[in-house]
Every structure is written in C-alpha cells, then in structure tokens.
C-alpha cells in the first residue's frame, strides 16, 4: 500500500479489536518523536550558522533535521566556508544541544501513554536515536529509563541514521527480525533508516519536511491517535 494518513474515524474501529496481534516491538525514534527537541536541535545549528554567516532555510532542512551533530557540523563547514574544523563545530553543536535539552524536555503528546500501554501489554521496546549518549541520558533522565529495555545512541554502531545499523543493532539486541519490528519515526532521514533495516514504519512528522512513501510506511499527525491494535496491524503488515 501506499504511504497512507489514517483518518480518525478509522481509529475506534481498531481499538475495538483485543484480539487483534500485538506488534514483537517498537523502536522509537527519540528527537522529535518522544520529546520536541528537534525544533532545539534546528535552533541549535541555526544559532551556530548565523555566527558562520549562513543562514539556514528549508534546503539545509535535509541536512539538519534527524542527522547526527558530525553530519550537520560537516554540512555547514561545506556551505559556510569556514576555517573552523568539523570536529571543532561538531563539539559546538554537541554542547548547545545539550544545554538547550537539559533546560527544556517535552514529551510529545500522547508519546507517554504509549509507552505506558506497551509497558502494561509486556510490549518490548527500544529507543533508537541519532543524538549523542549524553543528550540521549538527559532526555532519559527527563522521562524516565525503565520504559526501554535498550536504548541506542550515536556511538553505539558504526554508522548512525539514515544507514540501517541503529534498527539493525536494536533488532538484534532484542533478539528479533527487523522485519517484525514497528519503528516510530518523525523526519525522512530516521525513516530512510528504518526502512532499510526492513522495518514497518510509523511516521509522526515534527515537521513539514515530506516523507517518503513506502508499502510498509503509515502517516499519522499525533502519537495520540496510536493504539496497540494499530501498531500491531502496521508491524504485521507484509514486506514486499
């Protein structure tokens, strides 16, 4: 099927479903799709790239929005020119973030009671997140560890979003196929990701930025509308 947005209407219809297959898992995104940090994240690398006399608009958007610090620090020495190095803008990004984390964490609206209703339904669950460790533990910190029986930050594989390896580790660390695994995602980037480990997608934009179609990739505009026998239906859904 096509990238699809599931009207509300068709909600009840599937919450009235208890026998309805649980999903084996959900993998969460954490920036954008837990807590409202993305819009930090953007204020972060805008901040830093108006000191660099570039001023972000929608084309940095892609490279900005779910990419880790080093890509985003990469993409502005590109485009600014600056003299400062990679590593050097990277650890500026890294330690604004933080800052900026650390004063403001949100859950997003209906990302609690989720988590919640996977707990109760004995429901596996992993954050999986481009940002560092550090900023990973701070929103951890915010609310509460216990909801994720593994947690991935930036560090933790070779590569990080949008490769498949963040989904790939989690699957593994879970002891279970990607393919029977349901990812939460908010940008293009954590979606590309996901779905290249073989994943089902539910995508809950943070943003405007597009998404990408795909048969295993559903849209929806709030966590809120989300229930266990939707997540089990979309984690079910063939691979094609």
């Known amino acids: 099927m096509p990238e699809s947005a599931l009207p509300e ?11 309805a297959a649980l999903p084996a898992a959900v993998l969460f995104d954490m920036d954008g799709t837990l807590v409202d940090t993305e819009q930090l994240w ?28 080093e890509h985003t620090a990469a993409h502005l ?33 209906g990302a609690l009671a989720l988590l919640a209703s996977l707990r109760d339904a004995r429901v596996p669950t992993a954050l999986v997140s481009a ?14 560890r216990d909801w994720f029986a593994v947690t991935l930050a930036a560090e933790d ?6 490769a498949p390896d963040p989904y790939l580790a ?19 980037t954590g979606v590309a990701s996901a779905t290249a480990a073989g994943c089902a997608v539910l995508a809950v934009p943070s943003t405007p930025t597009p998404m990408p179609a795909g048969d295993r990739i ?23």
């Open 157 to 162: 594989t070779e590569r990080t979003k949008p």
């Open 131 to 144: 940002s560092p460790r550090r900023v990973v533990d701070l929103v951890l910190s915010a609310i509460g």
């Open 77 to 109: 020495h590109r485009v600014s020119g600056t003299t400062l190095g990679e590593a050097e803008l990277a650890d500026r990004l890294g330690e604004s973030f933080a800052a900026k984390v650390a004063a403001e964490t949100v859950p997003r609206p």
């Open 42 to 69: 953007w204020q972060t690398a805008a901040e830093i790239a108006e000191e660099l006399r570039h001023p972000l608009t929608e084309q940095d958007a892609p490279e900005v929005l779910g990419q880790a610090v």
């Open 218 to 240: 559903t849209l929806l505009a709030s966590l809120e509308q989300a229930d266990l026998a939707l997540l089990g239906k979309l984690a079910a859904a063939p691979a094609v």
């Open 9 to 19: 209407s068709a909600l009840p219809e599937s919450a009235a479903s208890p026998e």
């Open 170 to 188: 989690a699957a593994r660390r879970l002891g279970l196929d990607p393919a029977v695994c349901l990812a939460v995602e908010d940008t293009p």
